[in-house]
């Protein structure tokens, strides 16, 4: 009888324990009411990570989630970027431990292209504006099949199959690449030849055919788009990648990114740089261009004790962002991923989407509640 009645309170307990993200997304706030009145159609799913230390520095990590399911296909969009930019700097590494001279600095050119460029560079314009030909110069450099192998390795759900915004998107040949010392020269330091990959299988996922109609070659088609041939990285293992580059003692060495200091240093700098730190016009981008959470509805400056360590993905109605959001003057940090769905006339890429008037809000009001909960959880 009593163990029983000691399961029976354990039970309640449980049970009365709510999340935090409960009460957040049954606040009276217009941005997320809005939004929640038509879960269905907008897809969200949400991780929040509360970060608490001990007296010795050790982390523990409480995570909450809201509607998160790896078999519901979403558009990640650029959040692909993110992963692809940490896998291009171990592969340059592992190649310099080969004993080829070559490091994040060294310049390169890819087979069709006409600009040299450097690793280094091409993650800046990733993180900073979301450069789509900076990914698929990265994407050449590794290709699919290293790319996937990679994931796997770390124990990362997803599949990264195709370019962005290119008409080869889905070639499974990559472009030979060389990397030199100097444009001028000759001789190359390094010649990475183009590699054939394999065709890898649809997806076998819940929704994956989405709305009613697709613009296709500039005319409509009546049938629902098909995303079984797409990018797919659930939020789980987006989150996952935030958590191995901000923390990577809390995990086990295989599923880490493997970097040298002075890169993680690099490409946490890029992350969290705003585009005007890194030599762009900040009238045209502001500092929450590519940053939802908190500042996303506003184009006012970002405090410069709050670091937002980040990737956004915005493609066919979805918005994403994974973020870890840092405040050197309260002493806050989480973490926070999220995904939203904004497609009222169910036609893509018709360029008819709601971003502004509903997904970025939806987002930006969902980083404040979080980050104001931090305050309280912080007093």
């Known amino acids: 009888m009593r163990i029983l009645?000691?399961?029976?309170?354990?039970?309640?307990?449980?049970?009365?324990?709510?999340?935090?993200?409960?009460?957040?997304?049954?606040?009276?706030?217009?941005?997320?009411e809005r939004v929640m009145k038509n879960l269905k159609k907008h897809e969200v799913q949400i991780i929040y990570t509360q970060i608490d230390r001990?007296?010795?520095?050790?982390?523990?990590?409480?995570?909450?989630?809201?509607?998160?399911?790896?078999?519901?296909?979403f558009y990640p969009a650029s959040s692909v970027k993110l992963p692809i930019a940490l896998m291009a700097l171990e592969k340059v590494n592992e190649l310099h431990e080969q004993g080829i001279n070559i490091d994040r600095n060294t310049i390169f050119i890819t087979q069709s292209d006409t600009l040299h460029t450097t690793i280094e560079k091409e993650i800046i314009k990733i993180f900073a504006v979301s450069s789509n030909k900076a990914y698929n110069r990265l994407f050449e450099f590794l290709g699919q099949d290293?790319?996937?192998?990679?994931?796997?390795?770390?124990?990362?759900?997803?599949?990264i199959s195709h370019r962005l915004s290119a008409f080869h998107s889905h070639n499974l040949k990559t472009q030979s690449i060389t990397f030199k010392k100097h444009i001028e020269d000759s001789l190359p330091l390094y010649q990475q030849k183009s590699v054939e990959n394999q065709q890898l299988p649809k997806l076998s996922l819940k929704k994956q055919l989405k709305g009613k109609g697709h613009v296709y070659n500039d005319s409509l088609i009546p049938q629902p788009k098909d995303f079984s041939e797409k990018n797919y990285l659930p939020l789980r293992s987006l989150h996952g990648i935030m958590k191995r580059i901000q923390f990577p003692e809390s995990f086990e060495d295989f599923q880490r990114f493997i970097l040298k200091p002075e890169d993680r240093d690099y490409v946490l700098n890029a992350m969290s740089a705003l585009p005007h730190e890194k030599g762009y016009n900040k009238k045209k981008y502001y500092d929450s261009y590519v940053k939802f959470f908190i500042y996303g509805d506003t184009k006012k400056s970002i405090p410069e004790h709050i670091k937002i360590y980040n990737k956004v993905g915005y493609a066919y109605g979805y918005l994403t962002d994974c973020a870890y959001v840092k405040d050197s003057k309260n002493e806050i940090e989480f973490m926070l991923s999220a995904t939203i769905h904004v497609n009222n006339n169910k036609i893509y890429n018709d360029d008819t989407y709601e971003y502004d008037e509903i997904g970025i809000p939806f987002l930006a009001e969902l980083g404040r509640k979080i980050y104001d909960l931090e305050k309280q959880r912080k007093n």
């Open 5 to 32: 009645l000691a399961l029976l309170i354990v039970a309640l307990v449980a049970c009365s324990k709510e999340s935090p993200l409960d009460e957040i997304l049954n606040s009276n706030s217009f941005a997320i």
């Open 54 to 73: 001990d007296d010795n520095g050790k982390i523990k990590f409480t995570d909450f989630e809201f509607n998160v399911n790896d078999s519901v296909y």
């Open 146 to 159: 290293e790319i996937n192998k990679r994931l796997k390795s770390k124990k990362l759900v997803g599949r």
